[in-house]
């Protein structure tokens, strides 16, 4: 039996199997500073330990989508090393601040199979977890994406699509986020006056800068989240295939988002929720990526008058300024649009 | 009103105002890390922390130029996301250490205004301030900067051209170097026998080596100081500038010549001062800085005998060894000029 | 006399010559992010803390490469800036565990000489040594480089080749390497079931995985590591020479080939030997590394049931995948390999 993996086809997949995937890791002050050269990001709470400890937290936490891409990457190898696409996320929770020192792992659940009528490839329902070394659930997602199969003959190890909700109940959030003393964040420090009353529902804003992506950038991304996605980093086989050219990780695309998004929402400092999101096109090196967001809702959390949560749909465009909001036309996206996340933040009351 | 922020214009600026900046940042061993990596710096006194201990640091103190950059980089959302050019800096002086786990802010004052005679633009005069977390002030330096007008007509909100000093008094220097134990610092490991004594003015030194710069690097460096300035990331818009491309952050250049003198100034290991600087040309991703120094002038530390002052100006080039020390021909700079930088560093006697 | 060093020629060196290499070095947890972010090694001892010390490490230990390099780094200013070709590794061993927060300097000493009959250049042989701030000794290698001549009528300081084993006895490898308690040992967390039992002389195992190289990441590395070899990062002067582009440091090669070796040896957690390697040929930003690796021999470790140790060859490739083990034909290397590398592993019994 050969030694190596090269990874799980459609129909090695089960209903309810439960997969433990490897390398735990240690995320540290090293982890932060890379994922501020790779980003820019510039949230106060998470750059600061002076700020973040001020308001409540035990130091800065380590920006939530940098915990997303740690769990995210220790499901690829078992999970999506033969996927075709990865089509959607759902029900993304994050439920605990992790901390510089922190050791996270991840778990999967199969929770839905569904082939295709080619019967060339499938659709795996995965919710996969991301736990802290003392046993605490820190993430909780379902992702689903489309698994080629080794053999189309073999039959499917059975059929479920699972229920999803369609975005999470803005109350039921904020796990993750202490208790905050609002009286001592500092609105200045932060970038911004404008706090949870201030933003509404149908409001769209223009996050004006842009940022082009360089190879090296999104590979040494992908590599620090351990992420073992063929098409990321192997230019020798990509030449061969449907782009030409390495695909830029999709999680690389959210972060550049989130970070864009600064300008015009520089207090929502916590990603407390991911609805749903798809990657609509592929991003590329020496693309450049936009954004612009709307606000969906808003949600008070039951009992904490700290903050208040904002649901938020973020788009990103490639090589396309966003200050006309391009959106869909119908049911056509425009053709400069790479993403649509629909999140929930936190933001100060 | 927008929730975003282009940045301030020329007209928006006051004489005397004062502009607390957005983001603290706690830098730590992980931002350590990637200066390294991005510009092989081997001062041995940065670099470990046995080294530094043994003479009398409380660690290995943070690189002084990536404070610089830091504090910099706030600075830029609200003074220079409109600038023309960054024309000169001025009176900068390193005031106290800073070691990993600190956390800086910034703040800056408008010291000076003038509208240029085309009503397109005019000169801010700015002096910024670091502050540590415990309210010690860490550095201190004055810039100009060429700001875009929103508006030609309007009226400039003042008008002041301040006093600034050509050069620091070299014997007001060293507030960020405790008293060192000359004794405990080893000559063999910060790889060279040469101090105070063994330097004079008018001495020039060729730093011999090159170092080609890519687009990742010089991006990955300037979101590390979390530096906003569009002309650095966006190749979308910078396509249709007058280059046509991307421009290196000319803090940027300034840490590569600092990283390429350690082959002649091996001991000069902090930069106490920067009595100014200009950006003589662009520099861009593909291209190669080699630098040269020559020594302007030396200065006793009163009541000091650990450390004695070196006034270096460091030119930088780009595509072309500085063998011959490229110069001025009267009022023209050589064409391969980059940086003209004059600055003190302290160096063992 | 300059202050600037362009490195020793072959007619500086002395048999018996001992070197004490300049810059000491504190690794933190910000170069072992870095050094992720550069391979995206998946090794559980050395990505957990907690995984490394359930087994008896006091924390998760730098990657045994990462200290390879840096010492490797800081003998190149005065061994290597004027080499023409790295030829060969032999006798290095791993003798202690590093951990972030620790200080490694290098010493070298010459111990062979021998001119070549051009007279243009000569062959030195140098064991270096890494140190810990303790004082004990971490690493110890030999490693020969074809070094030019300043001038070629300059005799040579003596002659000597020295006798170098072509192996290292396994039976005494492992001080690098605490008694472990295998039974806290993961095999689902670390990625594999294969122990020490399941590897057999003469096994060959495909790594499947290629890796495309950027030039600001071998970069990155290289500064990282404060190597100061020129063809890695002058695009200038190399222009004008034999490749016309930057060469990547063979280190980065070893480092990528080790970590590609994951997928299939994922246990084998420690380099506890390099018994001899050679940098076939030369890789270039741009291509992609595969690797394959065959088990050469088996050692048990005398008084240790906790881990063996595995004699494994490995062999990168540029722009091929290693499906079919590319390899010699007779005395010729398939045109694809770069390096061939000898050298002792520990994994779990």
Redo the contacts between chains.
């Keep these: 039996m050969?030694?190596?993996?090269?990874g799980n086809y459609f129909e090695d997949f089960r209903l309810g199997q439960v997969i433990?995937h490897?390398?735990?890791?240690?995320l540290?002050?090293?982890?932060?500073?890379?994922y501020?050269?790779?980003?820019?990001s510039?949230?106060?709470v998470q750059?600061?330990?002076?700020?973040a400890t001020a308001i409540g937290y035990e130091s800065?936490p380590i920006d939530d989508l940098l915990v997303f891409h740690t769990v995210f990457g220790k499901t690829v190898?078992d999970i999506s090393l033969n996927a075709v696409a990865n089509l959607g996320y759902a029900d993304c929770r994050f439920l605990a601040a992790v901390y510089?020192?922190e050791?996270l792992?991840a778990t999967s659940e199969i929770i839905g199979l569904k082939e295709n009528s080619s019967r060339q490839t499938g659709i795996v329902y995965v919710r996969s977890r991301g736990w802290r070394?003392d046993g605490r659930c820190v993430l909780d997602f379902v992702r689903w994406v489309m698994v080629r199969k080794r053999d189309p003959q073999a039959a499917p190890a059975g059929e479920l699509v699972p229920s999803l909700p369609a975005a999470l109940d803005g109350a039921t959030l904020g796990h993750a986020c202490p208790r905050l003393d609002i009286s001592a964040y500092d609105f200045?420090?932060?970038?911004?006056p404008?706090r949870f009353a201030?933003?509404a529902p149908g409001e769209r804003?223009?996050?004006?800068?842009?940022?082009?992506v360089?190879?090296?950038?999104h590979?040494?991304?992908?590599?620090?989240y351990?992420n073992?996605a063929?098409v990321h980093?192997?230019?020798?086989?990509e030449s061969l295939g449907r782009f030409g050219r390495?695909l830029i990780y999709g999680g690389h695309v959210i972060s550049l988002a989130r970070a864009l998004s600064f300008?015009?929402?520089?207090n929502a400092f916590h990603v407390a929720a991911i609805n749903g999101g798809r990657h609509v096109g592929p991003l590329f090196a020496?693309?450049?990526l936009?954004a612009w967001s709307s606000v969906l809702d808003k949600a008070e959390l039951p009992g904490r008058g700290d903050v208040g949560a904002l649901r938020v749909r973020t788009v990103a465009t490639k090589?396309?300024?966003c200050t006309d909001y391009p959106d869909k036309a119908g049911e056509a996206d425009d053709p400069s649009m790479i993403l649509d996340l629909d999140y929930w933040v936190l933001i100060p009351r």
């Design positions: 050969s030694k190596t993996s090269s433990e490897a390398t735990p890791r240690t540290t002050s090293g982890d932060v500073a890379l501020a050269a790779l980003y820019g510039r949230f106060a750059s600061s330990n002076v700020f800065a190898p510089p020192g050791t792992r070394q200045a420090l932060s970038g911004s404008y201030d933003y804003i223009d996050h004006i800068d842009g940022m082009t360089e190879e090296a950038e590979q040494m991304a992908t590599r620090l351990q073992t063929r980093f192997n230019q020798f086989i390495r300008n015009g929402l520089a020496g693309q450049t936009f090589d396309r300024p």
